[in-house]
DNA sequence: TCCCAGCCATGACAGGTGTCATGGGCAGGT
DNA sequence: ACCTGCCCATGACACCTGTCATGGCTGGGA
């Protein structure tokens, strides 16, 4: 019997996916939470094998939670469950120790698979996203451009990114310029998008 | 026995959905599709009486399938599952003739009841939701900021817009000048960002 | 040690952007 | 018929942005 915990902010998904998890013979869904920083507590006191992350969560993302796992239940593995299927994601997921990574746009069947090759110790990852992630190669940013991005994404004037950053409004603007040239983009608005779309922010 | 039809375009989703569903007594799967042009013909040839549908959906929006619906088998009611619960968003499912609205963040108890009380002829809103959504009230956007706003959201630059709308720049510059007071943001970017989120867009 | 990459900052320039005033055309309501 | 609101367009102005050149600083490799 496979002790799953389940964590996605989505409570109707999170059930769903219960329910749907619970049809299998040898998986037993033994956890459910809606917070990323109640991973690691629920994995302990239910003693749970396999978690299923949603990266999308309050408290901390499901990449954060499995770098948590990673270090306080190694023996605990985990699976990234996404909606997004960003390049760039998949590579972040496994560098922060989680043993799989799947859409949400997979058939069914394919996620009890999965869990039960992660519990195998296998790696499991989507091939069609594998073969893009290393497409898209990793991030061209600088940990500043990509500071100074995540800022731009709300649209924000160059002056209020700046006064957030701590920053002078020049040196903002060279970031962002540099980032704009390494994303291919001609607006900072653009490279933002571009940016957020490959998960390099 | 009520049909329920599934729209939602992540397979691992609509078959959670489909397994919860699937354990209440008096409620029956009786057709999923992944895209929402494809929702009218599969509720007529189903027989289904509720139609489930998410909003982001390739093909047709769940929105202007709830629309179709309606004019074609005006019987058949449709119940919107979506992930965001933007203010706005109800109002337009409700004008597109949808008879309920719940996000996908709802106990999932109540999503039975909900497709039950729809079944029965009920309207069902999200309390929270229908509130918030009175709030923030109808878009003030005209129709033709809004579509200029749209095509703002990807950080396009003004001229690049104008080529797309097929008018000059200096129109494209007054209905973003107008989207931007009328949103409040400073930004033609911050403008389409919040437009988005309160589903005016 | 030198050298390089990254970070921060300044200044200047061209071109993009947001605002405003103005005007014509078109539908819908009184 | 009149007014109102929306759409489209033009032109001018101040300001914001993206780019480039330049320089100083720091923390690693070679």
Redesign the interface.
């Known amino acids: 019997m496979i002790r799953i915990l389940l964590a996605d ?9 219960a ?2 998890l619970d ?1 299998e013979a040898d998986i037993e869904v033994v956890a459910q939470v809606g917070r990323g920083d109640e991973v690691v507590a629920a994995a302990r006191s239910s003693a749970a094998q396999v978690c299923l992350l949603d990266i999308e969560m309050p408290g901390l993302t499901g990449l954060e939670a499995a770098e948590r796992l990673r270090a306080e239940l190694p023996e605990v593995r985990s699976l990234i ?1 996404t ?1 997004f299927g960003r390049p760039g994601y998949v590579r972040r997921a496994l560098d922060a120790g989680a043993a799989g990574f ?7 069947r394919e ?1 009890a698979d999965a869990v039960r090759r992660v519990h195998a110790g296998l790696r499991v990852v989507d091939p069609a996203l594998a073969t893009e992630s290393l497409m898209s190669g990793p991030s061209p940013l600088t940990a500043r451009e990509a500071e100074i991005l995540l800022l731009a994404l ?4 160059v002056a209020a990114i700046a006064a957030r950053a701590h920053l002078s409004v020049g040196t903002v603007r060279n970031h962002l310029s540099a980032a704009i040239g390494k994303t291919g ?9 571009l940016a957020q779309s490959n998960g390099w922010i």
Do not use: F, H, I, N
């Open positions: 902010d989505q409570a109707l998904v999170r059930g769903a996916l329910a749907l049809l469950v909606t799947v859409v949400k746009d997979t058939p069914a996620l709300d649209g924000s004037t983009a001609s607006t900072r608005a653009e490279a933002a998008r």
